[in-house]
């Protein structure tokens, strides 16, 4: 290939070499193209139709690396469930390079399930198909709902076996970043009291993400609060769509505020606010209700390895970073009221609307009703009249506790400047009809894995491309899942 297909610029490459390991992918047998995102390729300035030839194929699962990448896999650390892991790192994933996409942001382009690296530990450096085709479906699904989050570029096939508990198709996929620099990854320097190597860190980020935080009198401090910012509007944001992210460990916490690792992750169906899919969450540490509490725990493993930056003085250090550590709190709350007055259709602020919404949250985890479904009718209601509350009544086990519930939030409506029309409208465009359901997910794994059929992966994908339309031929993709189809738990994607 002689024109660079990706024109790499890639400055994480250009810090110090303990940074990270360069190594190529570990080539693989028969890549085949399960899916390219067009659209993303264009973004990035790519090619999509070469990036899906034969040739392109061979780089997307790491067979061939293009002149100008410059591959490598990065270190960083992490408290796991709490627990301290001083080395992780990249142990499946190496980055081909950085570009510089249509509005100017660079992102990072990866490769997931490559290969072993030096951080691999006992891991084989491979993914599994399954895992791979839902982080490709659900972080996309999470692009198009609006919320920051990691992308798909492509999956691919490796024609390898992978051993898990039983032999699965191997995969690759091409994962977009804004970067893949994690809490873990300034945890990593801060265990080793590399402090020069934080100050690097540091300001590579605050060049990438946070530039603002450098023209502050406390630069350090400044990305701190950036940090805080952007998770506590990124949880928020979670917390709104039902999505539970399962493995909020601090090397899973990115630094830009996007989503990333989507292994044992999901949607709710019914609302519990103690709800946890993941096999390994035996404590529930990672539930759907304790998701804020856990960033904030997170953020505060961050301040912490600011400290030795922020100031001279690390008592002075220390007690600034503290002060913004305990704002993360208000802010995400903040943050979380402002989403949850405008999924109850309210335009005008008041004191009493986050009550509003608990109520109603109550209600619904006593009458094990749909979370997506309920605010998505919601929106259908009337504000002055009941007689059409069938659509959302029955969702609820006793229909009569939503009926008790509505004469409040008619009450409140009624302080509201906008009509029926305008709020349902409003309501539409946050409130969604399609998230990618378990079952969904379920279905599409089994039909790839079991008989290497990518229908229902497409047609999963397209569904979910348009959340908030109503899609009049998709409405079965909108329904909760039967008795018999719950999904219980959801694994690592290992
Ligand atoms: P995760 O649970 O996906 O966040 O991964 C935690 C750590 O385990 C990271 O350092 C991963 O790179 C590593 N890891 C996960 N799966 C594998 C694998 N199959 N081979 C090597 N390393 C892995
Ligand atoms: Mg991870």
Redesign the pocket.
Known sequence: MNAPIFGFDNSYARLPEHFFARLSPTPVSTPRLVKINESLANHLGLDAAVLASTEGVQILAGNRIPSDAEPLAMAYAGF?FGGWSPQ??????ILLGEVIDQDGIRRDIQLKGCG?TP???N?????VLGPVLREYIVSEAMHALGVPTTRALAAVTTGEQVQRERFLPGAVLVRVARSHIRVGTFQYFAARQDIEALRLLADHVIDRHYPNAREDQRPYLALLDAVINAQASLVARWKLIGFIHG?M?T??TSISGETI?Y?PCAFMDTYHPSTVYSSIDHGGRYAYANQAPIAHWNLAGFAQTLIPLIDTDSAQSLELAQDRVNAFPARFETAYNEGAREKLGLEMSKQSDSTLMEELLATMADNQADFTLVFRRLSWLAGDDDSSDDSVRQLFKEPAAFDRWAVQWRARLRDEPRGDLERCTQMQAINPAYIPRNHRVEEVIRAAEDNGSFGPFERLHEVLQKPFDEQQINVEFQKPPQPEEIVQATF???
């Open positions: 796991q992780l790192g990249d142990g499946r994933a072993r951080f691999s530990r891991g084989d450096g491979r993914a493995v460990n090397d899973n690792d292994g690592c994607g290992t």
